[in-house]
């Protein structure tokens, strides 16, 4: 934002340039430069023509007495003819550098001396008009410095305003903080209407259909206005703010716009169709031409100001060029509103087109200078176009502004900031920025907020206000008044610390992803996920403001990251992966949650692993990992919690290969997760090849069932009785049937599966298992018959539950 310091003095007592500068910084406004305007015209002075000859060698050029306000006059050759004797010009002096980089020195032209050069306005940097000199005005003296004279002197400041400090894009508002920075009040600009002629309720209607985007509307009418160039004094004054000056009337809405803050548009009445305004939203294909000349196609959620037939502008970002201000012009139709900064900035962005109006919207206008911004502008437009205001403003409010209120305790700011702020300097201060007292006691005082301050809300806004005017630097260095403790770690963080653990010693890498997947990556890997009374497909949870296309939903699986982390190692021609993710997965909340719900969130554990089970070497080949290789690393996961009594089940996720898939439950039957191969076709979806193995585990249901704290079991000092146990059973029968029955016998102390067999001379259907029981009791050493007697038990419970036969 430039600020004009000749234009800000008027509001409010200025310190030197570089004092402002330091204070505004101090206070969060950071100026980044500032700039001296009508520098680069030292030198230049006001200079009368006191005679005018022909050059003697040259029928373009003439021989010029001027008086430069000292000593005697001076001749100058000069090549413009728009002159008289006794006109005033600019007049460069030897040794002076123009804004161009032309060096003026004593020169000779065609054999006739020259101490000087006679300027146009595009020679001076002012205009881009050379068609002559710049001819000034009568009542200047010579010997004037040309800035001084045509006004040019000025300093301006580049502020950076922060996004949420709105008020401070104009003028007034910056007035406002110095005012506030130096004791000072401020003198806002006097506006005094003259209305003449009907009401302006007879000229044009107004109304709002969308009040959620429109909280108020207001409009007046001036008539008889001549449109032309505007003053020299307002178009200087805009183009040092950087706005180029377009017409008086145009320029009002745009001096108005940088004084006060809130963006004005100007239409041409009779070019409203109907003498109706319409603030509604786009309709479905509508399409409106801009002030830019683009035609723009509208979404039904842009907000238009339209007359009774079309679009006329998009509402706080550029008007339409159906209705815009002309040399014809006679009769204008003036605007000011309040738009809501959600629905500007969406509309901005959506169609590329940032302006000065909507870069107020969007970051939230005052909805106070609704009618002052109005007056101000019309009072202007009168004056500097000739026209006459109709009586009253046409005036649509489809939501009452409310005025914020937040209590302030006084004690508040020594526990915020370390240093006290006496109640007296409070007010002061606050007052000073425009806030209000309403009431007081003993603890605190309730202020009411100023319109324009969208950026306060809760009582450490009025901290800020409180420790930015004093000064950051203000604040002491104190140590926090109680010790810092450091919080315990939760039950969880040795859970996740031993899966890390577990995982790492098996030879994995933790990959770490975006919680964010793409459709495409969760499709492969089709979720049933249960939903109140019946089953639903579940992809993923759908983001309402994606960062991307490929970021647009919530993973309900690790899986199909680490897929994809996998795939980009195989092209990078790494081909062994095991790498594992501890993250949360998301599931929609249950159909009868009311309101706006969250997600069920699930803390897990996944990993995947393909590739050669170790690196091939003098003493074995390149074996690829098997469904034993993941399943002993989910095992080594559960015994690094210490899970006992863990079940493994056949069969697994649908798309899993349904030969090469297991579930892995708790002791009472609680579901773990699940370890398998994944699919061929699932593999060649991600681009990868057969014999792809995966993993996932929910790790809260882990750490219920785990044992973090080992307990002690006492060794064991009396020899075992070990014997083999070998039985046919059908092949439907599950060795996890087996081990069950074999260890429900209190003197097994261990049961192992050592040997599968199958073919012959095993009968079809039925395969073999070989185990190894150990037998013990911890109070006397068993004899043979002891031991016997307790394996014709097992035989007989197998026999009997499962249909085994003992094989000789």
């Given amino acids: 934002m430039q600020i004009s310091l000749k234009w800000l003095s008027q509001y409010v007592d200025l310190p030197s340039p570089e004092a402002l500068a330091k204070g505004l910084t101090a206070v969060g406004l950071e100026v980044e430069a500032i700039e001296r305007i009508g520098q680069g015209l030292a030198g230049v002075v006001v200079a009368r023509v006191l005679a005018a000859e022909k050059h003697p060698n040259a029928e373009k050029l003439s021989v010029t007495s001027v008086d430069r306000g000292e000593g005697a006059p001076i001749q100058v050759v000069c090549g413009a003819r728009n002159y008289a004797v006794g006109d005033l010009v600019p007049l460069a002096t030897v040794g002076t550098t123009l804004p161009g980089g032309v060096k003026i020195e004593k020169a000779r032209l065609r054999g006739v001396e020259s101490f000087g050069m006679l300027c146009s306005a595009r020679e001076l940097g002012l205009d881009a008009d050379a068609s002559g000199l710049l001819i000034l005005p009568k009542d200047l003296a010579p010997g004037t410095p040309i800035a001084e004279a045509l006004g040019l002197e000025d300093v301006l400041l580049e502020v950076n305003v922060t996004p949420n400090r709105p008020d401070c894009l104009s003028h007034i508002g910056i007035a406002r903080e110095v005012a506030a920075l ?6 806002a600009p006097a506006t005094v209407v003259q209305e003449a002629g009907e009401p302006a309720a007879r000229a044009v209607q107004v109304r709002i259909e969308a009040p959620d985007r429109c909280a108020r509307y207001a409009a007046r009418v001036v008539e008889g206005v001549r449109i032309g160039p505007s003053p020299a004094w307002l178009a200087r004054r805009l183009e040092a703010c950087g706005v180029r000056s377009i017409s008086n009337v145009v320029d009002a809405t745009n001096f108005v716009l940088l004084e006060l803050g809130h963006p004005l548009h100007a239409f041409d009445l009779d070019k409203v169709a109907g003498a109706e305004i319409v603030v509604r939203t786009a309709r479905p294909g509508e399409r409106i031409t801009t002030l830019d000349g683009k035609e723009r196609l509208l979404e039904e959620s842009d907000l238009l100001i339209a007359d009774r037939d079309r679009g006329s502008a998009l509402a706080g970002v550029m008007g339409g060029g ?19 900064p959600g629905s500007i900035r969406r509309t901005s962005r959506r169609q590329g087109l940032k302006s000065e109006a909507s870069y107020r919207f969007e970051r939230g206008a005052d909805p106070g200078m609704v009618l002052p911004a109005l007056d101000r502008c019309a009072a202007l437009i009168a004056e500097l176009a000739g026209g006459t205001v109709r009586p009253g403003v046409v005036d649509r409010v489809a939501r009452p502004a409310t005025q914020g209120q937040v209590r302030l305790r006084w004690t508040r700011p020594a526990e915020l900031l370390g240093m006290a702020v006496p109640r007296e300097e409070a007010r002061r201060v606050l007052l000073g920025l425009g806030f209000g007292e309403l009431a007081a006691d003993e603890e605190g005082a309730t202020f009411s907020v100023p319109s324009w301050r969208v950026d306060v809300a809760i009582e450490e806004d009025l901290v800020e206000e409180l420790v930015r005017t004093r000064g950051y630097d203000a604040i002491p260095e104190t140590l926090p008044a109680a010790a810092v ?12 610390a031993r899966i890390r653990e577990a995982l790492e010693a098996a030879g994995f890498s933790e990959a770490i992803n975006f919680s964010f997947v793409a459709e495409p990556d969760l499709a492969p890997l089709r979720y049933d996920v249960a939903v109140g009374d019946g089953t639903t497909r579940a992809l993923g949870i759908a983001l309402k403001n994606p960062i991307s296309a490929e970021l647009s939903l919530m993973r309900t699986s690790l899986v199909p990251s680490l897929l994809k982390n996998a795939a980009r190692n195989r092209a990078q021609r790494v081909d062994d992966v095991r790498l594992y993710e501890l993250a949360r997965v998301y599931h929609p909340a249950p159909v009868e949650a009311e309101g706006d719900a969250p997600t069920l969130e699930d803390l897990r554990v996944a990993g995947v692993l393909l590739g050669r089970r170790a690196p091939a070497g003098w003493t074995g080949g390149a074996d690829a990992v098997d469904f034993y290789d993941a399943k002993a690393a ?12 863990a079940r493994w089940e056949a069969g697994g996720e649908a798309w899993l290969h349904p030969r090469v898939a297991a579930t892995v439950r708790a002791a009472d039957g609680e579901r773990f997760g699940w370890v398998g191969e994944l699919h061929p076709r699932v593999a060649e979806a991600f681009d990868l090849p057969r014999g792809v193995l995966a993993f996932e585990l929910r790790v809260e249901a882990l750490a219920r069932h785990g044992a973090l704290v080992p307990r002690y079991h006492v060794i064991p000092s009396l020899p075992a009785v070990l014997r083999d146990l070998a039985v046919l059973v059908a092949e439907p029968v599950t060795a996890e049937a087996v081990l069950a029955a074999v260890r429900e016998e209190p003197l097994v102390g261990e049961a192992t599966i050592f040997d599968v067999y199958r073919g012959a001379p095993i009968p079809a259907g039925r395969k073999n298992l070989a185990l190894a029981i150990s037998y013990r009791a911890a109070d006397r050493t068993l004899t043979d018959a002891e031991a016997e007697a307790a394996h014709g038990r097992i035989v007989a419970r197998l026999a009997a539950r499962l249909g085994a036969e003992l094989r000789g």
């Fill in 182 to 187: 130096l004791g000072q009040p401020v003198r």
């Fill in 322 to 340: 159906d209705s815009e201000i002309s040399q014809g012009t006679t009769r204008v139709l003036l605007e000011s509103a309040w738009f809501a």
């Fill in 485 to 496: 403790r450091t919080p315990a770690e939760g039950p969880e963080a040795g859970v996740v």
């Fill in 634 to 645: 989910t095992e080594a996961v559960l015994r690094g919690l210490g899970v006992a009594g």
